[in-house]
């Protein structure tokens, strides 16, 4: 049965480590933490948590992995062929569920991710209260369609809550620019209005900080899985959308780099987890001069 994350204490974490935790939405959260208050109200209805073989023993803060799933998913389904990796790299695995609405509509889209992304910001500065496990500063981010999606909106957001990004298969995107011809365009399209949304401008000083890997089925071509409005911008299919933001992205001078599955449709095969996760893993070794390119395969552990 789920128990409150805000009521696991570090023992029982300890004490079966590789069990999840779950947090509902609406339970109290201990020590007057708020925690469950500032998702209460919000898309996300619970939270799956998971800390990594090892967490008993480990002398150095975790990295956190936050996971979205995309449209009609769960967190914790979506957090289980991650497992694994999660061991791996020493992932204390997050995965929120989500009663996303209507992703096609860019007025839905500019209310929704907003409060996604203050909620789940706050819920992550909450952490090492709630679980008693002290956890790194900058949270890795995995998202699949609509979690891809909310993946890189929130690194445009919070750049510095962000250690890097793999993004699968988004529908749409917005263009990281605050100039120029497509800098132009205002919330969910570009970033040229983000203060009215996240409180303070784009910050592309710390956003070109971020590590971004991009990945998309080579056949997820089919136009009408795919809203139009965005059409003009970034192209009709979720290919052309990733090879524009990845476009953008260059422009900007971002870390970034894009690959196309030449077979795969739009599902997350083994071959694009993985590919996925030895980015994010290798994300986490000291970095290179700011501004070297990133490797389109990088180097798993």
Known sequence: MPRTLGLISLALILAAIVSPVVSPVGTAAAAGTGVSSLIAGTPIRSVYVRPPRGAATATKPLQVLL?????????????KELVEQADKYGWLLVAPTIDYGDWTNPSVVAREDPVLIRALADYLDQLPQLTG???RRTVLIL???RGAQLAHRFAEFRPEKVLAVAALSAGTYTLPQ???PQGGLSFPYGVKDLAAYAGHAFDPSHFDRVQFWVGVGGQDTNAADLPRQWDSIEGTTRVQRAQAFEAAMKQLGANSVLRV???AKHDVTGEMRLAACAFLGSAMAPRAPHGTPLAAEPIAY
Do not use: K
């Open 67 to 79: 996971a979205l799933h995309g449209m009609g998913g769960s967190g914790e389904d979506f957090s």
């Open 178 to 180: 605050s100039s120029g």
């Open 143 to 145: 998202g699949h369609s």
């Open 133 to 135: 496990l002290q956890t």
């Open 261 to 263: 599955f030449g077979d």
